[in-house]
């Protein structure tokens, strides 16, 4: 079914999917066998074989994600981290150097402190919202540019048009990681990136019982990363997968709701006399709205906020009934947590106060509960401290 021109809610649904199905099934089914016999004439990476990527369970995957993106193709991966490390191994060589927003994801910060070093790689931190610092950290070496869509935790959202465009300019390949906004929200493709990493686990799975990544993109890219993940042993079960596939066909029904809970809980947040900062691209405050509101089709369900010391973000966090303490997000129970005791513990506290990671900072991922009870239950929580 052609679904270019259809809505995201439609394409969730539709996109990728096989008409008639296998045996005329509606849902596809998983196909569990790892070998499969080959036809004449066949490439090696045309053999369908389950670590390469190219089972029918996974190729319908793939569909699915690369429609919803806007893309040519995709790969599925066995997480996030999968999704990250193949798709940067795909594109730097040992001596290469990339540029990387100042503040990532706590994994994939690890990922290169402790090993860029060791595969060869080095890179520069720049500010993915001032172009100076890209202009300045520039090198012959340099072959990527990785930011995110919007930053873990305070929710800040670079100048992604102006990086895909200096990327272009100087033969660089772009990179960014759209787990917090979903295609439903941004679609990076459109906007020029190269390639397009996710946490399925997250907003795409939607439920929180399952872990998975993946990388979409052009299919020259997106053959490059599939021979990384091939060797590297990333590859996504198929049980997983169909998880994953079901969950995308809910994808934009739950996204829209947590846009619209998280709007409603920013505004009482702001207006709330005990809470001193809240973070939400969506608040005309924010400093990034303006950016946000041309590039996003939604603000996302995520927004963090400052109580003024940790103690209190702790009792906060003790007074809601409906959150649940936890550290993932887009699931469609709402969460709560602090991220220096879960996504930024890993990092040092220079690292944590330099990105503005500190004690009091609360985040809240929003699920898809009635807007009025969440609200009710952020509301009487703070009338407790």
Not at 257 to 283: K, T, W
Not at 292 to 305: H, I, R, S
Not at 324 to 344: D, F, I, M, N, W
Request: glycine share 10%; aromatic share 8%.
């Amino acid at each position: 079914m052609t679904t270019e021109r259809r809505s995201i809610e439609t394409a969730a649904v539709h996109a990728g999917e096989r008409r008639p199905g296998p045996d005329g099934s509606l849902v596809f089914p998983i196909f569990q066998g790892t070998v499969f016999e080959s036809e004449p004439g066949e490439a090696y990476d045309e053999i369908k074989y389950l670590r390469l990527s190219t089972t029918p369970s996974q190729v319908y995957l793939h569909d699915k994600l690369a429609a919803l993106e806007g893309a040519q193709t995709a790969v599925a991966t066995a997480s996030g981290m999968a999704a990250v490390s193949s798709a940067l191994l795909s594109v730097i060589q040992t001596g290469g150097h990339m540029l990387v927003s100042d503040v990532l994801y706590g994994g994939t910060h690890s990922l290169l402190t402790d090993f860029a070093e060791r595969l060869g790689w080095s890179y520069t931190f720049v500010d993915p919202a001032d172009s100076q610092t890209w202009k300045t950290a520039l090198r012959p070496e340099t072959t990527a540019f990785l930011v995110e869509s919007v930053t873990n935790p305070l929710l800040r959202v670079g100048d992604l048009r102006g990086v895909a465009e200096f990327s272009r300019e100087n033969g660089l390949v772009s990179v960014i990681d759209n787990t917090f906004t979903s295609p439903v929200n941004f679609r990076p493709v459109e906007v020029g990136f190269d390639l397009v990493l996710h946490s399925a686990t997250k907003y795409l799975g939607g439920h929180s019982d399952l872990v998975a990544g993946c990388v979409v993109g052009s299919t020259e890219r997106i053959a490059e990363v599939r021979s990384v993940l091939s060797h590297f042993g990333g590859t996504l079960d198929p049980h997983v997968g169909f998880l994953l596939a079901r969950g995308l066909k809910t994808l934009a029904v739950r996204v829209k709701a947590q846009n619209a809970n998280a709007m409603a809980l920013a505004r009482e947040l702001a207006a709330h006399p005990g809470v001193d900062e809240v973070y939400y691209p969506g608040l005309e405050s924010h400093p990034d709205h303006a950016r946000a509101a041309e590039l996003f089709d939604g603000f996302g369900g995520m927004l963090a906020f400052r109580l003024g010391d940790g103690q209190r973000a702790e009792r906060f966090i003790d007074a809601l009934t409906l959150p649940y303490r936890a550290p993932s997000l887009g699931g469609v129970e709402s969460l709560v947590t602090q991220p220096v005791k879960t996504s930024h513990s890993g990092l040092s506290r220079a690292d944590r106060e330099r990105i503005g990671v500190t004690d009091d900072l609360v985040r809240f991922s929003c699920g898809v509960e009635s807007m009025d009870d969440l609200v009710a239950d952020v509301r009487s929580a703070l009338d407790a401290l």
